[in-house]
């Protein structure tokens, strides 16, 4: 009898004490999932055991959920929009009732998430072929750029079928912005720069830049010298016969010219793309909108950079692109240093490592006019 109670006393203490280890884990990992804010929806499954430096590893984010950070302004009244996006202004550092204090980390400057998809570096896609007309590439360029950047954005863009709404919102975003210190505006009818969401300031940006593309004057498409382009034989048919005084595709003596003017001089304004039927202001509308599409990226990494790129390992193939994006730009100048403050950091590594060469970087065939 005494070794049978002593055997139910043992089993009721094994008992107890499983019970009490139970307890304690759970404990254990409800305080994990406090400190860490990983009790939201949709981070119950992710993936432990993250590199140094990643966004989710050892760093809370429940004082930040959304990666924005400026307070929301919203324009009084109707707003009525211009039909060019290069009357945009940069407001200064600190736009007036943004909070105070360090910015949230930056993730996407540290080393373990520049990586790109490819290897080596862009300049064999940037580079101008020898014989293309410059206004021809920059065109071409122009499109590829907008395609890359529309298919990263499509991203942030796609309505959740859960919350009905897109990851960039009116509530998450309600300001154009690209981290604390640097907010986009648009200008209204009146010329006052005007605070609009970041989702509708991108939506128009894509309807400027869609409408110049496909503007057959902004970017023509048809061959400047026709279809078939008539040789001076074909134009002008000879009956004399040939050698005679009468034959008139014999060459005609002009008059002697001057030599101390230039050819661009003798045939009139040049501008880049004038050979192939581009118009005047057609490198002021590809800055433009490598102006605007550079504002849409710099958005996209500063407010969405963890959700949802990093969390869907999407990283890559932002990085990729918009890598791309940088190297064309800086090669032919059409970004300035003030555009690409917001992410120079992440530029700098770049050209460090080689993604971007120093030449490429410097602007070498950058356009002066």
């Not at 990226?297 to 932002?318: G, I, K, N």
């Amino acid at each position: 009898m005494a070794s049978f109670l002593q055997s139910v006393v043992i089993g009721a203490v094994e008992r107890i004490e499983t019970a009490c280890h139970e307890l304690r884990d759970e404990v254990e990992e409800v305080s994990f999932l406090a400190d860490s804010d990983l009790s939201r929806q949709g981070f119950s499954n992710r993936q432990a055991g993250r590199a140094n430096g990643s966004p989710n590893q050892g760093q809370s984010r429940s004082q930040n959920a959304s990666p924005t950070t400026v307070t929301p302004i919203t324009p009084s009244g109707p707003v009525a929009f211009p039909a060019n996006p290069g009357s945009n202004v940069e407001d200064p550092a600190n736009n007036g009732g943004e909070p105070q204090g360090p910015e949230p980390i930056k993730y996407f400057f540290k080393e373990v998430n520049v990586k790109l998809g490819v290897k080596g570096n862009f300049v064999p896609l940037a580079a101008k072929p020898a014989y293309l007309d410059l206004g021809d590439w920059l065109a071409h360029q122009t499109v590829e750029q907008y395609r890359l950047m529309e298919g990263n954005l499509a991203v942030i863009q796609e309505v959740d079928t859960n919350t009905k709404t897109a990851w960039c919102n009116v509530k998450k975003c309600p300001t154009m912005s690209a981290g604390r210190h640097y907010t986009y505006t648009w200008l209204n009818n009146d010329r006052t720069p005007i605070r609009v969401p970041a989702c509708q300031y991108i939506a128009l940006v894509q309807r400027w830049i869609v409408g110049k593309i496909h503007d057959p004057v902004a970017f023509p498409t048809a061959d400047p010298f026709g279809a078939s382009a008539p040789s001076f034989e074909s134009a002008y048919p000879s009956t004399a016969p040939a050698g005679s005084s009468n034959d008139n595709r014999s060459p005609i003596a002009m008059p002697p010219t001057s030599l101390n003017r230039t050819l661009s001089d003798l045939s009139g304004r040049d501008w880049i793309g004038k050979p192939m039927g581009f118009p005047e202001n057609f490198i002021n509308d590809v800055r433009t909108a490598w102006r605007q599409m550079f504002r849409i990226y710099a958005h996209m990494y500063h407010s969405h950079f963890v959700e949802p790129y990093y969390d869907l390992s999407l990283t890559l193939d932002l990085n990729s692109a918009f890598c791309y994006f940088i190297s064309v730009g800086k090669l032919f100048g059409l970004l300035s240093d003030r555009d690409l403050e917001p992410m120079q950091e992440l530029i700098d590594i770049w050209v460090t490592h080689g993604s971007i060469p120093a030449d490429c970087a410097r602007g070498v065939s950058a356009i002066n006019q």
